[in-house]
Structures are given as structure tokens and as C-alpha cells.
């Protein structure tokens, strides 16, 4: 079994971002959740959502209105409290115990297509005979090359527990970049009803 859930944050509405040290907290997002093979359910920031035993959780942070400029990346996992008891070190550390084991953060490489211009300065010249308005017209253009763009796509995965049962209230910290050196990162407290479905 697999939970993939996928928090939409509106990059356009993000307050000014906090330091790795001091995040900047936000309200739930929204989130889309595709539980195995079923539908794609957009969700509100406020929902449990509910995993089953040693079941697999991929936690992704994207932006909500697809803006390619804009990167966001999970960069770590807070456990808060399960079954409204604070966890401390030695919780997580009992593989027994613990709501779930010790998140891995991984990334999937794929391609982006895009185009750039062709270097050389352009000059006018006359549009193709073969085109079928204004052959022969005066005309400026400029080369294009399309290429392939190596994007990554960040994600954090666990396993939940199957020895416990219990609501798992987490922080889940991510940075955002929107010139691709400086970061500024914020948080918000999602909710995993782990051993639950």
C-alpha cells in the first residue's frame, strides 16, 4: 500500500520566508492524495488522512499554480505528538513504538522541455515563398533549439507503523527558491492517522 500526498502551496501568497533555524509557519494547505490505485482526491489542509499498516507515505511540496520558476523541496520531518502525547528522541528511536520509521529523503530525475534562441544577431530577410500568408514579405526571426532540462523532483517517504495505532501530529518544514540560490523556508502541521485504514 502507498499514500502519496502532495501539499499545493500558492507561491503567489507566501508571506516572506522564514531561516532553516526560524521557518515561517502556514496555514494547512491544500493537498492532493492518491491512496494506491485510486482517484486523485484534492483534500483541505485540515484532513487526516488515514494509512494503513507498514504502509508507504511519499511527502511532496509543489507549487499549487504550476509556476516552473518557482522550486519548493521538503527539507524536514517534526514529530509533534501521537495520540495527543508529546514524542520525544527515545520514541522515535524504538522501532517498536514509533508512529513510523526513519523518513528517507530521495528525488526523482525527469525532463522538462523548453526552447532557447540560437545564437548569431537576426537580419531581415523575406518569409518563405511556402508560406501561406505574406510569402515573400520582409521578415526577422531567429533560430530555436529545444532541448531537455534535467528537473528534480524532491520527496521525503516513510513507512507508518504497524505496531501502533493513533493520530500522528507532524511539522513538515520546506524550502522555496525562486532564483535558485537563495531559500527561504516555512512550515506547517499536517495530520497522519497511522495504522488507521
Known amino acids: ?28 494547505p491544500q493537498f492532493s492524495l492518491q491512496q494506491d ?18 504502509e508507504q507515505v511519499i511527502l ?9 520558476t518557482t522550486r519548493m523541496a521538503p527539507y524536514a520531518i517534526i514529530v ?5 502525547e508529546p514524542l520525544k528522541d527515545a520514541d522515535m528511536l524504538n522501532a517498536a513504538t ?13 525532463g522538462l522541455p523548453y526552447m532557447q534562441y540560437a ?3 537576426s537580419q ?11 510569402p515573400g514579405q520582409p521578415m526577422i526571426a531567429q533560430g530555436l533549439t529545444a532541448s531537455t532540462a ?21 511539522g513538515l518544514v520546506f524550502g522555496v527558491t525562486k532564483d535558485g540560490s537563495k531559500i527561504a523556508y516555512y512550515a506547517f502541521d499536517p495530520k497522519l492517522g497511522i495504522n488507521s485504514r
Open 60 to 68: 511532496r511540496v509543489v507549487d499549487a499554480n504550476g509556476i516552473v
Open 80 to 84: 509533534n505528538t501521537f495520540k495527543n
Open 150 to 170: 534535467t528537473i528534480y523532483d524532491p520527496f521525503i517517504q516513510f513507512e507508518g507503523s504497524g505496531n501502533v495505532t493513533g493520530i500522528l501530529e507532524y
Open 1 to 28: 500500500m502507498t499514500t502519496q500526498i502532495t501539499f499545493l502551496v500558492d507561491s503567489t501568497k507566501l508571506p516572506s520566508g522564514g531561516t532553516i533555524a526560524s521557518p515561517t509557519w502556514l496555514v494547512h
Open 124 to 134: 531581415w530577410g523575406n518569409a518563405p515563398p511556402t508560406y501561406s500568408n505574406w
Open 119 to 121: 545564437t548569431g544577431s
Open 37 to 54: 490505485s485510486s482517484p486523485l482526491v484534492v483534500q483541505t489542509g485540515d484532513y487526516t488522512v488515514n494509512i494503513g499498516p507498514n
Open 98 to 110: 514509533r508512529p513510523i520509521n526513519i523518513p528517507e529523503f530521495d528525488e526523482e530525475r525527469g
